[in-house]
């Protein structure tokens, strides 16, 4: 699920002894709310442009989108859309692959993971308004400590499986 659905879900009880978000602001909240304690950032992310498969509406650069007829961004409950209007990156994502949409925002992550369907375009500047990928081990974790060795392991002997992800390994 979404970052902000599953800290909603653990506000509601729902069993976990790990949280992983897309979003550090929702990490903060759920901190604050006492969800989570001692977040770790453990990656980051950058947003990037797609277009459909054979670019059908030409879309090179940013300066390209005003002949678009359907562009689509991420609404702004969710990490990726402090911005627009779908759901989650995957509705982005899917619309585009499917030539619903001329173009789209969505992290390089997922840009990567859709292969074939879709054509990426960098985003100049992205790389300053990095998403951060945060972790913390649950208030009602069961297995506190066994979650904090998880934590652990994701922030420091993970580094190449991140990058195999496209992601950047935090620092």
């Not at 977040?39 to 002949?67: C, E, F």
């Not at 390089?108 to 300053?128: F, H, L, Q, R, Y």
């Not at 208030?139 to 992601?167: C, I, M």
Request: proline share 5%; with cysteine.
């Amino acid at each position: 699920g979404g970052s902000s659905d599953l800290v909603s879900k653990l506000r509601e009880g729902a069993p976990a002894d790990l949280l992983l978000t897309a979003s550090k602001k929702t990490m903060d909240q759920a901190v604050e709310d006492g969800t989570v304690t001692k977040p770790k950032v453990l990656a980051t992310n950058v947003m990037v442009m797609v277009v459909s498969k054979g670019n059908p509406a030409n879309i090179h650069s940013l300066q390209d989108l005003s002949r678009a007829r359907h562009f689509v961004l991420c609404d702004p409950q969710v990490p990726c859309g402090d911005i627009s209007q779908e759901r989650q990156v995957a509705d982005v994502l899917g619309k585009v692959s499917a030539g619903e949409a001329d173009a789209g925002w969505v992290y390089s992550t997922d840009a990567a993971a859709a292969g074939d369907d879709v054509e990426v375009i960098d985003i100049p500047g992205a790389n300053k308004f990095a998403n951060q990928i945060v972790g913390a081990v649950t208030a009602e974790a069961e297995h506190p400590k066994e979650a904090q060795e998880v934590l652990d392991l994701l922030a420091t002997d993970f580094a190449s499986t991140w990058r195999d992800r496209g992601f950047t390994p935090a620092e």
